[in-house]
């Protein structure tokens, strides 16, 4: 009898634990959901990350500029073409009209004014990195599908190009949720992003 009193208290503290790892996990999964906003402007679906401040291109499922299954050259004629060339490969993708480079979708996207803004780029691998959601890597893509629809387990390219080959420039692998090297003559999907601050 005397061991009642331990073992009703060392139910009630159980319960209380359970409860809050339980509050804890709702607000882990609601602060999540609202890391991201759809933003709509001119029939444009943008997405603000309001982490960091990023506002994302959004793709669709119309032949365009904005079509998924667009893929791009990693191309940028400012680069140095010296000795060694490293601006990379110009119109080596596959995106139907036009010259399916980096270079060219940039300047392409921007003349457009697409969600209003006419200042988007390659995003450094970095900013790939920051919405990458690791633990989809079981289901790919590792990105939320909910705010970027027709993403793709696939390679996108950064901006950043690689210090070692002086060909190659890094991406970001939305399969397995990790950056890679490679040559920039290789087609791969683009999201452009813009800095929603400036």
Known sequence: MKNQPKIAL?????????AACGQNGADEADSAQSK??????????????????????????????????NTYSWHNPNEPADELDFRGTADAGDCGEGRCDTWNFVLAVNEAGYCGYADWRLPTRDELESINDQPRTSNPPTIDTEFFPHAQAAEYWSGTAYRFQWDAAWAWNFQFGHERADWKKSPKHVRLVRSSND
């Open 36 to 69: 991201f906003n759809v933003v709509s402007t001119q029939g444009d679906r943008c997405v603000l990350d309001t982490e960091t401040g990023l506002l994302w291109a959004g793709k669709t499922a119309t032949a365009g500029l904005h079509d998924f299954r």
């Open 10 to 18: 060392i139910s009630v503290l159980s319960v209380l634990s359970l």
